[in-house]
């Protein structure tokens, strides 16, 4: 039986955030349904290029066109062994989605990757209380108001608490999606 995740993606998502896990973890032999909120499977979101080029922020530019594998309305939560969470400016508006909201809370118990802006829909779910989390710096705000812990950790790693694995950006995806693995009890052999 193939083991599934779902990723929960939507417009200018950030595009390494989305095309490298989703990658990665089907080529460990996952499932990842990626979905987004009023899409269908084969629908489109827009991707956005973060980049760190010496700004007081990031810069953005357009990315990619991510293909939906999956439809929203379809998803069983209980069918699948955990969710990624990538960052971007989707998971600031995802967050005003109830259903989206609900969906998050369902993997309370489970696997959950999140990363980047990702903490903004994490703190909305109100399921980080207590709990030690990575996001990116400007989102610190978000994870303290929500009672969790910002880890305040480099941009190319990660933390786990439990069963939850965070990170700041993209440039942590080598530990971030490692942690990852080994939380959901998948190995890597070479």
Do not use: N
């Not at 993606?9 to 996952?30: H, N, T, W």
């Amino acid at each position: 039986m193939v083991k599934k995740l779902l990723l929960l993606a939507g417009d200018y998502v950030e595009d390494y955030e989305i095309m490298v896990p989703y990658q990665a973890l089907s080529m460990l032999g996952y499932q990842v349904d990626a979905v987004c909120p009023g899409r269908k499977k084969g629908d489109h979101v827009l991707t956005a290029i973060h980049d760190f080029e010496g700004a007081q922020t990031y810069s953005e530019k357009p990315g990619h066109r991510f293909a939906l594998t999956a439809t929203f309305d379809d998803v069983r939560h209980e069918e699948y062994a955990g969710l990624v969470i990538p960052g971007g400016r989707a998971p600031e508006y995802l967050r005003l989605d109830a259903r989206v909201i609900a969906l998050v809370r369902a993997f309370a118990d489970r696997p959950v990757a999140a990363i980047c802006h990702a903490a903004q829909l994490l703190a909305a779910a109100r399921v980080i209380a207590g709990r030690t989390v990575s996001a990116y710096p400007a989102c610190r705000p978000d994870v303290e108001l929500a009672d969790g812990i910002y880890a305040d950790i480099a941009i190319d790693a990660a933390v786990t608490d439990g069963l939850l694995v965070t990170a700041p950006a993209w440039p942590a995806h080598p530990a971030w999606l490692a942690q990852f693995i080994a939380v959901l009890g998948a190995r890597v052999e070479i």
